[in-house]
Antibody
Framework: QVQLQQSGPGLLKPSQTLSLTCAIS??????????WNWIRQSPSRGLEWLGR?????????DYAVSVKSRVTINPDTSKNQFSLQLNSVTPDDTAVYYC???????????WGQGTLVTVSS | QSALTQPPSASGSPGQSVTISCTGT?????????VSWYQQNPGKAPKLIIY???KRPSGVPDRFSGSKAGNTASLTVSGLQTEDEADYYC??????????FGGGTKLTVL
């Protein structure tokens, strides 16, 4: 059973960079059977998939069009975790951010506990 | 991508059945057999309860069932229990993207 533990700051000022980490237990970030995703939830946007990384002999990265110019997801094999970076945040990026394991087509079967990120001056 | 359309609320009495709809387009719900449903309790992460329209992950009671007709998917909860009171979200694979989610339905057990 995969377990995901999130960490990272919850309060940012506009224009700063959001950085969150998701530590994996029960599987490997380099597994070839799962993708590692970031999803956020806010009252204004609802649930929104942000991007994913997965390994199939090499690393693949996919990002939502809405954030593609500002987002980076990185795997860290030495720590068995993956991270989210979102640049130039605005108050519209205020949301609960989740990491999740699974596939776009097969559903996200394991979720982190969520991190409330507030962007405010 | 626009969110899938769900009714904001649904309700039923213990023991009854309730069905929640999720309406999309031919580019998402109607075009793929990749609809998932999630249950979310207050302050918690969503939990996957249905995937690929009608499949249940291990440990999910068979009171939860899913179906699809055209551009509309449905989640049916049979034999309602008080612990089923939660928010429910649908999602679908979508063209040129990963998934799009529904706006959520708050299920109240009367």
């Amino acid at each position: 059973q995969v377990q995901l533990q999130q960490s990272g700051p919850g309060l940012l000022k506009p224009s700063q960079t959001l950085s969150l980490t998701c530590a994996i237990s029960g599987d490997s970030v380099s597994s070839n059977t799962v993708a590692w995703n970031w999803i956020r939830q806010s009252p204004s946007r609802g649930l929104e998939w942000l991007g994913r990384t997965y390994y199939r002999s090499k690393w693949y990265f996919d990002y939502a069009v809405s954030v593609k110019s500002r987002v980076t997801i990185n795997p860290d094999t030495s720590k068995n975790q993956f991270s989210l970076q979102l640049n130039s945040v605005t108050p519209d990026d205020t949301a609960v951010y989740y990491c999740a394991a699974g596939w776009c087509r097969g559903g996200f079967h394991s979720w982190g506990q969520g991190t409330l990120v507030t962007v405010s001056s | 991508q626009s969110a899938l359309t769900q009714p904001p609320s649904a309700s039923g009495s213990p023991g009854q059945s309730v069905t929640i709809s999720c309406t999309g387009t031919s580019s998402d719900v109607g075009g793929y057999n990749y609809v998932s449903w999630y249950q979310q309790n207050p302050g918690k992460a969503p939990k996957l309860i249905i995937y690929e329209v009608s499949k249940r992950p291990s440990g999910v009671p068979d009171r939860f069932s899913g179906s699809k007709a055209g551009n509309t998917a449905s989640l049916t909860v049979s034999g309602l229990q008080t612990e089923d009171e939660a928010d429910y979200y649908c999602s679908s694979n979508v063209d040129n993207h990963c998934v799009v989610f529904g706006g959520g339905t708050k299920l109240t057990v009367l």
